[in-house]
C-alpha cells in the first residue's frame, strides 16, 4: 500500500523560508503527478503545486507563485516544495498526494493523501 510522509515543517517568522518534503512508499513514484495542498483552519483544502510525471508539467496557485517552488526527485521517490518569503497568510497543514497522468488544481485527482506537516508563520 502507498505510503506518503510529509516533514519539514515549522514554525518561523515572516520572510522565512521552509523546505517541505514527501516521501512515496509502497507504491510507483512515476509517472504520476505530485501535488501539494494545505488547509487553514476553518477553511477548505486549497491547492498550492503540482508537477507532472516529466517536470514539465508544474502548476502553482496564484497565491505562492513566484515564491513557492516544487520539484521532484525520482531517485528518493521524493517531492519537494520550497517556500520562500512566507507570510502569515500561509500558515496552514501542507499536504502531499499522488494522482495519476497529467495535473490538476483539484484535490478529486489525487487518490492518496499523506497526513500533513504544519506550517506556522507569524508577523
Known amino acids: 500500500q502507498v505510503r506518503l510522509v510529509e516533514s519539514g515543517g515549522g514554525m518561523v517568522q515572516a520572510g522565512a523560508s521552509l523546505n517541505l518534503s514527501c516521501v512515496v512508499s509502497g507504491g510507483t513514484f512515476s509517472p504520476y503527478a505530485m501535488a501539494w495542498f494545505r488547509q487553514a483552519p476553518e477553511k477548505e483544502r486549497e491547492f498550492v503545486a503540482t508537477i507532472g510525471w516529466n517536470t514539465a508539467s508544474i502548476d502553482y496557485s496564484d497565491s505562492v507563485k513566484g515564491r513557492f517552488t516544487i520539484s521532484r526527485d525520482y531517485t528518493k521517490s521524493t517531492v519537494f516544495l520550497q517556500m520562500n518569503n512566507l507570510q502569515p497568510e500561509d500558515t496552514a497543514v501542507y499536504y502531499c498526494?499522488?494522482?495519476?497522468?497529467?495535473?490538476?488544481?483539484?484535490?478529486?485527482?489525487?487518490?492518496?493523501w499523506g497526513r500533513g506537516t504544519q506550517v506556522t508563520v507569524s508577523s
Open positions: 498526494a499522488r494522482g495519476r497522468h497529467g495535473t490538476s488544481r483539484h484535490a478529486a485527482f489525487y487518490n492518496d
